[in-house]
């Protein structure tokens, strides 16, 4: 009930006035039966666009922080999250992660559209990151369907550090479903994990316009923020990466015929990889 008051009688109608959202591709969501919405993150707001324009209700896994707070604050912010549709996902990896990951599952289960964001924590600098793979846990385990999601602009009505936002518009792109049921009885190879991200992280790119990075965006921020604390000069976000960059040309193959993206010969992905993705930042997420 909160959340229909929410989107059709207060929010909704003032941020359709307010920001004027285009859509594109609003039809391949499905009307029903289960469906995972993965979506690039560049902004809190992504989690409020998103929803809104959304024809059916979409549960976010956000992380565990917002709904751990103490004190009035974070009693009503663990309150909202959760009137919000939104469910606390553990990033810390392994068992915690999984256990999260559960909560994901019985959205599903139930019928219902889960929505994450891969790459775990918003682009701390507008660029796509590389995508951990417990969105595709997730996928393989149930074999629902992904909408692959651009959001665009909403860094530039929310940057990081912003709590009120700019005034003007932005664009929401939906992309086809994408089918995983190739890889049916593989959910716990790491190998096909991996393939299954990069392959989503491919599509968000290739919808999104956005550079890519191979590496992941936690991996940046903390670096980041380690050197801010050091005192000493901040490179631009990235730029240790700028290597693995990669852009789309005309000529780039179509979305499933790559199923693997960024440098050759990385390690097998770890268990570090566990954590699939952040409601709200503050990576789906479910940091």
Known sequence: MFYWVMKRIIVGPILNLLFRPWVKGLDNIPSAGPAVIVS???????????????????????????????????RLTALFFRL?????????????????????MDILNE???????????RSPDGRLYRGKTGVAKLVLATGVPVIPVAMIGTDKVQPIGR?????RRVGVII????????YGGL???????RS????IMYELMRLSGQEYVDAYASTVKERLAAEKAAGRKTPKPGADTRKAAVRISPDAPAPGAVTEIGRAGRKQPGADEAGAADGPDSRPQAG
């Open 40 to 74: 690039n993150h560049l902004s809190f707001s992504d989690s409020i666009f998103l929803p809104i324009v959304s024809p059916r209700p979409v549960v976010f896994l956000a992380k565990s922080e917002y709904f751990t707070g103490k004190g009035i604050k974070g």
């Open 84 to 104: 919000s549709n939104q469910l606390p996902m553990d990033r810390s990896g392994g068992a915690a992660s999984s256990s999260s990951l559960t909560a994901g």
């Open 111 to 121: 019928g219902g559209i889960l929505g994450i964001y891969p790459e775990g924590t």
């Open 163 to 167: 709590r009120i936002p700019n005034i």
């Open 175 to 182: 992309g086809e479903p994408l089918d995983f049921s190739r």
């Open 187 to 193: 959910e716990d190879d790491r190998f096909v994990q």
């Open 196 to 199: 299954v991200t990069d392959e």
